[in-house]
């Protein structure tokens, strides 16, 4: 009897895939920042990548009226016509992707969801991905859960931290079947260049490999940089699968939504994948994402973006004036990537630290990567209000070091 017992205890344990995973830091601590300001602790949140701004009112609007006319039940599992029309129509204007909305796209929950369904619809078990060192925190543990291999390779900051050729032939062997990279970088600020892409192209037609682009800060580039879409080099699109959204760039983090491209054979799998795990992305959110990504909403956002750029080079010069401090401008996205290696702290002392003594909060580097263990990411788009705040309090947190 104590024998059955200890089998049925051993069978009621979660799946060891899931206990072995890292929790998402940045969605951990802003999950802390949002339970001590529930608790009436007044924590400056500086870790989520989200800007301040909420939803603009004609998106909102686009949704109020598809639930007033009843739109409020599952769609196809690739997307509305109207959703895939205007995702189509973004690429071929913004980007200059020529594609079929009812063959090469797909309507996603968000960003994640759509690397799921890429990593899903490229991967046989055992098969090796080539990341970034530093990457988004997610990736790694994401290409796990679909029974893929992730191989770190870094990226070198004398590099400007870009992959040279060498940097990839180290990290690839015979079980790579994909690269993963994200442009503009998160958390580095890196906005790729033709050169860069050429790198990363050159590898993928030569060794027959996906390229999986996740583009989620696109319409956020600063200053000179503009966003390439990888697809849109020689040879690319049958190996290129490009990840969009609206969630960064219209401040649409709490709709979940979001969109894939790729080769037809691509989607038509990943079509097949969501209507198994996910059914189809939600019809409200779907009618609010046609509105955004219309050209009337894109000019209507194009003021708040430049906005947010002097946001982002305020943080950055104010802090890098800092002797114990280092930043660069980012290039296009939300952070400020900060080197605090003069200050002699780990990353997360120094995150924890910054908490306990300034009601602060902002992501230990380490959490992106094993080579980046004496930076700090802070989410550079909040209020004026609270970034200067947020400045103030890190320097003086800095000089009592």
């Known amino acids: 009897m104590q024998a059955m017992l200890k089998e049925v205890d051993r ?47 004609a998106i909102c609007d686009a949704a109020v009226a598809a639930l007033s006319a009843g739109d409020t039940h599952q769609t196809p599992a690739r997307g509305t016509p109207a959703y895939l029309a205007a995702c189509a129509a973004k690429l071929k204007s913004a ?30 078990p055992g098969d090796e991905v080539i990341v970034e060192d530093p990457c988004f925190v997610s990736y790694a543990p994401t290409i796990e859960l679909c029974g893929g291999v992730p191989i ?30 994200c442009s503009p970088h998160n958390p580095l600020g890196v906005v790729h260049t033709l050169e860069d892409l050429a790198v990363i192209a050159d590898v993928a037609t030569e060794r027959g490999l996906f390229v999986i682009a996740d583009e989620i800060y696109e319409a956020v580039t600063w200053h000179d940089r503009r966003h390439t879409p990888i697809a849109t080099l020689p040879g690319m ?5 490009g990840l969009m959204g ?14 894939a491209y790729a080769s037809a054979d691509v989607i038509s799998t990943m079509v097949v994948l969501q209507q198994h795990l996910m059914t189809c992305a939600s019809s409200i959110a779907q ?42 401008p980012p290039e296009g996205g939300f952070y400020a990537w900060i080197d605090i290696s003069r200050t002699g702290l780990t ?31 802070m989410t550079a788009v909040k209020s004026w209000d609270d970034i200067r705040e ?12």
């Open 287 to 328: 009618a609010a994402g046609a509105a955004a990504l219309s050209p009337e909403i894109t000019a209507k956002m194009a003021p708040l973006w430049q906005d947010w750029q002097a946001r982002c080079d305020f943080v950055a010069e104010e802090l890098d004036a800092h002797p114990a401090l280092g930043v660069s």
């Open 152 to 181: 770190a390779a870094t990226l070198s900051r004398d590099n400007g931290y870009r992959w040279s050729r060498e940097d990839l032939g180290a990290a690839l062997t015979d079980r790579t079947k994909a690269i993963l990279y």
């Open 347 to 377: 990353s997360q002392a120094f995150t924890e630290a910054l908490l306990a003594e300034k009601s602060m909060t902002v992501v230990p580097g380490g959490t992106f990567g094993a080579s980046t263990d004496r930076f700090i990411r």
């Open 95 to 124: 980007n200059g992707l020529d594609l079929d909305p009812d063959a090469e796209v797909i309507a996603t929950m968000g960003c994640k969801q759509g690397l799921v369904l890429s990593l899903m619809a490229t991967l046989d």
């Open 237 to 241: 699109r049958d190996h290129a699968i």
């Open 11 to 57: 069978k009621l344990q979660p799946a060891r895939r899931a206990l072995g995973l890292p929790q998402s830091s940045t969605v951990r601590i802003a999950d802390l920042a949002s339970a001590m300001r529930r608790a009436g602790t007044p924590v400056l949140d500086f870790s989520a990548g989200r800007a301040a701004e909420a939803t603009d009112a």
């Open 246 to 259: 609206m969630t960064k760039s219209y401040s649409m983090g709490g709709w979940r939504i979001g969109y």
């Open 390 to 401: 947020g400045v103030a309090r890190m320097k003086a947190f800095a000089d009592a070091l």
